[in-house]
Every structure is written in structure tokens, then in C-alpha cells.
């Protein structure tokens, strides 16, 4: 297989690296007769991407086998290598040649630069298997869309740090919000929600109530790929349990589907939370009569952290340290005068008498 491609496919192509990249530890190349297939899964098996793209993506496209594809499997590491920065490769690269030769030894990768810069890079192939996730568009009976810019601005008000959200859908709005399942305490978490009419929608097509559990982070590497051009995203989908394919068509140059997994709600049992002592309970409290328990606390001389705690300090002796700093006045008594007595023998001579009092 060997095919060419122009600078502005190439602005595409390094962000399908990167985005296959983010998601698996390995990319795999099918070379089709009429299509350059590339996809990855990721090692929980949460989400499977899968780009194809057409002979009109490419300057040249030639597959000389054309009874079976050739498939090849490389590292997302080593692809980076080639691709690392997006900006550079946007203002370098006029054209990419990609050749996989029939022995499946190596993919040879050429970048040819401005000011006649070419480099070349040869990446070893992994031993290959076949990966691949049965799915059809068209069997999936309810199906919305929008601009990317829609669903990037609604994602904005969840944090990065969230993992799953759920999508309830109904024939006239929808909501999202985070899904919470792993702590003792859901009602101490935070929840966000929002609302979203179906007029913001450029499509719409839900006829029953249906609640999505999916993963947030991969659905933002499918954001984040489609701000390039603000590509318009289908979300297409059954039931709570079933994949759900979000898919990018920019026709005639390309195809991208997300095949997200969902989690089915109705079968997670949540975790009990933990009993609520009455004294939190505002059914059984009034507020205005309650009393905090006081707790006896041992306290120590030596862990003094109040003023008011240096009787010494701040002139009078409080009634509750008066005992213990008698006592500490008679064990160190040598240490609270002005100077050492002259009536002490000692083989020391002072040095440097007490100053004047004034």
C-alpha cells in the first residue's frame, strides 16, 4: 500500500494519530481496497474508534492486494514519535507519504517539509491480530445531533476529574449530569446537572426516556479531535446497556465512529449508605436548643498555645496555671533571677557584669 497525502489531509491525519493515541496503546492499520482504515481499543474495552478514510482524503492511494486487506499493527508510542507536535507539523509538512510493504515489515513514514526538509522514519510492526466490534448504525432507533461546539460547551461544566455522566434523554429535553456510584455517601458528593432543550439540537430523535452511564474522558478525546473544524457530532443509541456510537461524517474525505460502552443503572446495586446519628438528623433536633457535648481534653505544660495560657507573659497568673507555674518557679528557681549568686563556688570568672537597672 502506498498513498499520499496533501497538507491539508495531513492537518487531519496527525489528529487521528493523536486521538487513537489517547485511547490505546496500539493503532491498527487495515489498507482496503477503496479506504485507509485505522482504529484502536482501549485496555478496559470502554470505547472503540475506528476512522476510515476515503481514496478523496489522499493525494494517491494504491492498494496492490486487492483480495484482502493488508493489516498491520504499530505502537501509539512510536507513531508519536513521528507526529508529536500538531503546530509544527501544521506549518512544515506539505505532504506525507505512507508505504506498507507486502512483506509487513516495517511502515515507512516521509515527511516532506518546507525549504525541500525531508524525513523519513521506519516503524517496526507489532505481531498483528485482528480487532474488531460489531456495530451498525442503522439498527439504532433513536439518534441526536449537534455541533461539537454544543457538546464541548455543555462538558465545560463538568470537571476534568469526573469519569462517567449520565445522559437522560426525553422526547423534548435533555439532561446531564454526573454519575455518582463509589462513595459511602452519594448525598455528600457533588452533583451537577444540565438542562439542554431539543431545540439546541440540530437533530432529535428520542420517542421514550432513556438513561446513558458513559465514560466523560473518552468522549473528550472525540471533542477535542472535532475542534479542528467543529465537525458535527451523531450520537446514536438504544438503551441504557448498549453501546452508544458517536460519529463524525465529513463526507466525502472521512468517517469516525466512537463506540462508547454504557453502564446499565437498572442492574448496579448502589452501596448502602452508612446509618445517620441523630444528632444530624433535623427531624429529631431543635436547633435552637441544642448543646454540643463538651470533650475533657488532658492538657500539658509543655503544649501551651494560647496567650492566655503565659501567665508570665502577660502579667497576672490564671487560676488554673497558678499551681503548675509555682512549681516550676521552685524546680528551675536558679533560672528566673538576674544572675548567678556570688556565694556559689565556681572555678568561672563573669565576664560581663549585670548591666544597670536603668
Known amino acids: 500500500m502506498k498513498c499520499a497525502l496533501p497538507s491539508p489531509s495531513v492537518r487531519i491525519f496527525v489528529r487521528v494519530i493523536h486521538a487513537l493515541a489517547k485511547l490505546g496503546d496500539y493503532i491498527y492499520f487495515e489498507a482496503e481496497k477503496e479506504q485507509l482504515v485505522i482504529k484502536t481499543v482501549n485496555s478496559s474495552r470502554s470505547v472503540f474508534v475506528v476512522f476510515k478514510l476515503s481514496k478523496q482524503f489522499f493525494i494517491s492511494y494504491e492498494q496492490k492486494t486487492i483480495a484482502l486487506p493488508q493489516i498491520c499493527k504499530l505502537s501509539s508510542k512510536s507513531l508519536l514519535t513521528v507526529f508529536r507536535s500538531t503546530s509544527l507539523i501544521d506549518k512544515s509538512v506539505e505532504t506525507c507519504l505512507i508505504t506498507m510493504p507486502s512483506d509487513m515489515s516495517e511502515l515507512a513514514i516521509q515527511l516532506r517539509c518546507r525549504f525541500g526538509v525531508v524525513r523519513s522514519y521506519n516503524l517496526n510492526i507489532v505481531e498483528c491480530d485482528v480487532v474488531d466490534v460489531p456495530y451498525s448504525r442503522s439498527i439504532l432507533p433513536f439518534h441526536i445531533g449537534a455541533s461539537s461546539k454544543t457538546f464541548s460547551e455543555a462538558v465545560l461544566n463538568f470537571r476534568n476529574t469526573i469519569d462517567e455522566v449520565t445522559l437522560v434523554l426525553e422526547p423534548t429535553k435533555i439532561a446531564i449530569k454526573n454519575y455518582v456510584d463509589d462513595i459511602q455517601d452519594p448525598r455528600k458528593a457533588i452533583h451537577t446537572e444540565l438542562s439542554l432543550s431539543k431545540d439546541e439540537f440540530t437533530d432529535y430523535t428520542c420517542k421514550q426516556s432513556v ?13 477535542q479531535f472535532t475542534e479542528l473544524a467543529n465537525y458535527s457530532i451523531d450520537l446514536r443509541f438504544e438503551t441504557s446497556g448498549d453501546p452508544i456510537v458517536a460519529s463524525v461524517d465529513y463526507e466525502p474525505l472521512f468517517t469516525a465512529d466512537f463506540v462508547l460502552a454504557t453502564l446499565d443503572v437498572t442492574n448496579v446495586t448502589q452501596p448502602t449508605p452508612p446509618p445517620i446519628r441523630d444528632a444530624l438528623n433535623a427531624s429529631n433536633i431543635n436547633i435552637s436548643s441544642a448543646k454540643t457535648p463538651q470533650t475533657q481534653r488532658k492538657r ?20 488554673s496555671q497558678s499551681v503548675i507555674v509555682k512549681k516550676m518557679k521552685r524546680i528551675f528557681k536558679r533560672c528566673f533571677e538576674t544572675s548567678f549568686s556570688q556565694r556559689v563556688q565556681s572555678n568561672e570568672h563573669i565576664l560581663a557584669l549585670d548591666s544597670d537597672e536603668d
Open 211 to 223: 438513561d446513558l452511564t458513559f465514560n466523560l474522558k473518552d468522549f473528550r478525546v472525540l471533542l
Open 300 to 319: 500539658y505544660p509543655t503544649s501551651i498555645t494560647n496567650s492566655e495560657d503565659y501567665p508570665m507573659e502577660n502579667g497576672h497568673e490564671s487560676p
